[in-house]
């Protein structure tokens, strides 16, 4: 984000020192509507427009990516706090098991073993797989 604004403002000064070089005065006429100024107070003028066009057709389109961003990242947490709810309910099973089984061990009623669950967040920010003892590769 912030490349894009660098480029924008290397771009901008450009603009202006182009427009700055050709202060020739023109005339700009648009149907009944007519102006006159300098080269440099045209080219700005269009340019600022170009950019105002250019934010007001791209702003929905932002918009609707950052409440799409916003109510994926809900749900995501949603998820992984109902993971944690059903894993804690597994144990809680596992241990009731463990419990009311004859040898008394939950290995015995349980045959997989429970892998910790990495986090959606955790992928993204690029954390260590809790999962890899770092034998592998």
Known sequence: MQ???VLGIVFAIVAVLFALQN???VAVT???WHFEGSLALVLLIALGLGVLITGLLSSPAVIRRQWMAARLRRRV???ERELAESQGQNRALA???ARLSPTGTAA???DTEEKPYVGMRALLAGEPDPRDDGTRG
């Open 3 to 5: 490349l894009v604004l």
């Open 23 to 25: 202060n020739i005065p």
């Open 30 to 32: 648009l149907a009944v």
């Open 77 to 79: 947490a949603e998820l």
């Open 95 to 97: 241990a009731e098991v």
């Open 108 to 110: 015995d009623a349980i």
